[in-house]
T-cell receptor, first 113, second 113 residues
Framework: EAGVVQSPRYKIIEKKQPVAFWCNPI?????LYWYLQNLGQGPELLIR????????DSQLPKDRFSAERLKGVDSTLKIQPAELGDSAVYLC???????????FGQGTRLTVV | GNSVTQMEGPVTLSEEAFLTINCTYT??????LFWYVQYPGEGLQLLLK?????DKGSNKGFEATYRKETTSFHLEKGSVQVSDSAVYFC????????????FGTGTLLAVQP
């Protein structure tokens, strides 16, 4: 069974440019998460979806970050415009239901120059 | 708020040495506790978990016991191998339906032959 797939694996952009990350969760998983992992830190939740509904986006910086999961399957996280401090690894995870094990993708490493 | 504190790394051991990585938590209610492992170039993987006090999670020779009295969930392995070299994250899942995972900062383990 395929795991959580994220793309791209690496992205380098100039500051003030937009960037988007894509995540395809495990088939049948209703819950999808986006996490931010700064260097030397543990992941921090940005947003959680139950199907297509964002049920916890309290940690998402809404001035520049947006996310969508239109059909309740794959999801896109966007930053516009990117800042130097956004350089980090962006992790996507999914779980069957809200209280079951979360499976993580390999992440997208973003470098803003 | 809820938080997880784990020992700083890197932890460098020789093969077959005994491993302990300390983890303590602060939480309201009765969270579930987890250890995740991140091998080089891979995504986070669940290593073991415990959902209530005095539970012992175990997997691949690793063990951790949920100690409510000391609010701890220390990771142990009796004999480490080079292949155990990775970053280990302690995490808690908040009690209730949020399924929000709160991670520690991670501990790098380097096992030398």
């Amino acid at each position: 069974e395929a795991g959580v797939v994220q793309s791209p694996r690496y992205k380098i952009i100039e500051k003030k440019q937009p960037v988007a990350f894509w995540c395809n969760p495990i088939s049948g998983h209703n819950t999808l998460y986006w996490y931010l992992q700064n260097l030397g830190q543990g992941p921090e939740l940005l947003i959680r979806y139950e199907n297509e509904e964002a049920v916890d986006d309290s940690q998402l910086p809404k001035d520049r970050f947006s996310a969508e999961r239109l059909k309740g399957v794959d999801s896109t996280l966007k930053i516009q415009p990117a800042e130097l401090g956004d350089s980090a690894v962006y992790l996507c995870a999914s779980s069957l239901e809200v209280d079951t094990e979360a499976f993580f993708g390999q992440g997208t490493r973003l470098t803003v120059v | 708020g809820n938080s997880v504190t784990q020992m700083e790394g890197p932890v460098t051991l020789s093969e077959e040495a005994f491993l302990t990585i300390n983890c303590t938590y602060t939480a309201t209610g009765y969270p579930s506790l987890f250890w995740y492992v991140q091998y080089p170039g891979e995504g986070l993987q669940l290593l073991l978990k415990a959902t209530k006090a005095d539970d012992k999670g175990s997997n691949k020779g690793f063990e951790a016991t949920y100690r409510k009295e000391t609010t701890s969930f220390h990771l142990e392995k009796g004999s480490v191998q080079v292949s155990d070299s990775a970053v280990y994250f302690c995490a808690l899942r908040e009690a209730g339906a949020t399924n929000k995972l709160i991670f520690g900062t991670g501990t790098l383990l380097a096992v030398q032959p």
